[in-house]
């Protein structure tokens, strides 16, 4: 199974980016699935989620507002629509994959997260 991500860049405050996670090796249509990011120094912190047909999404609240998650289970693939980028949003965002009900009663946990992308790296100049 990869979970391979990308869409990240170098960008200024105030930007966009959108976050691509595409799967194979597995078909992650019945799986909920999550962003988190990893700033410099810091640990890995859950960023959004989102149930297996779409139906639920969370959040962190620093990002509420701002970045939006989706997903197209014909293309095997979840986004993070990342807006109003700041400088504090750098690090590296990566995708991961679990069982939906698992994922869903705690979606901030990475221990209910099976596979995990390789990372892509967001960079926000001020």
């Known amino acids: 199974v990869q979970l391979q991500t990308s869409g990240g860049g170098l960008v200024q405050a105030g930007d966009s980016l959108r976050l691509s996670c595409a799967a194979s090796?597995?078909?992650?249509?019945?799986?909920?699935m999550g962003w988190f990011r990893q700033a410099p120094g810091k640990e890995r912190e859950f960023v959004a989620a989102?149930?297996?047909?779409?139906?639920?999404?969370y959040y962190v609240d620093s990002v509420k507002g701002r970045f939006a998650i989706s997903r197209d289970n014909v293309k095997n693939t979840v986004y993070l629509q990342v807006n109003s980028l700041k400088p504090e949003d750098t690090a590296i965002y990566y995708c991961?994959?679990?069982?939906?009900?698992?994922?869903?009663?705690?979606?901030?946990?990475?221990?209910?997260?099976?596979?995990w992308g390789q990372g892509t790296l967001v960079t926000v100049s001020s």
């Open positions: 989102i149930s297996w047909n779409g139906g639920m999404t």
């Open positions: 090796g597995r078909n992650i249509m019945s799986d909920a």
């Open positions: 991961a994959a679990g069982l939906n009900g698992a994922v869903t009663a705690s979606p901030e946990d990475r221990k209910k997260y099976v596979y």
